[in-house]
């Protein structure tokens, strides 16, 4: 079976904009990560 790849790979998934979710997706960017942070409300927070 062949390995899927996919354009849209991420080192981490953040769930939830808050205080805590936006601050640790911002860190783990800066280190060099690809972040995906997901929220389910229309506005962060």
């Not at 899927?4 to 990560?33: K, P, Y």
């Amino acid at each position: 079976m062949a390995a899927h790849t996919s354009a849209n790979e991420f080192d981490v998934i953040v769930i939830g904009s808050g205080i805590g979710g936006m601050s640790a997706a911002a860190a783990l960017s800066r280190v060099g990560h690809q972040v995906l942070l997901l929220e389910q409300a229309p506005a962060i927070g």
